[in-house]
């Protein structure tokens, strides 16, 4: 199994590091990529509100909307929980 080398800080100043697996690294990464394309949307769907005539059907899109980025925040913030809180393991090799 390969593991990936993160920095951790041990406070003042301090590094120490740790091994992460790829698939929670890869978690991550493709977590925080649905997250910026859903907040993306939420931009696009409210400068589409702001500036439409009739605001009161787009007002639900970029509620949805907002609510479809909430939720990738959501499973973002779970999988940096998951990184943060992942053990040192002892005897890897990094990549």
């Known amino acids: 199994m390969m593991w990936r080398s993160v920095p951790q800080s041990g406070g003042l ?5 740790r091994e992460v697996s790829p698939r929670l690294v890869d978690d991550f990464l493709e977590s925080y990529v649905s ?3 859903e907040a993306a949307a939420v931009r696009g769907a409210y400068a589409d509100w702001r500036a439409a ?3 009161d059907e787009l ?12 939720h990738a925040a ?4 779970e999988s940096a929980e998951r ?5 040192e393991v002892s005897g890897r090799t990094s990549c």
């Open 83 to 87: 990184i943060a809180t992942t053990e």
């Open 74 to 77: 959501g499973l973002l913030r």
């Open 35 to 37: 997250w910026r394309e």
């Open 59 to 70: 007002f639900v899109v970029y509620g949805e909307a907002l609510d479809r980025e909430e």
């Open 13 to 17: 100043g301090s590094a120490q590091r």
């Open 53 to 55: 005539p009739e605001q």
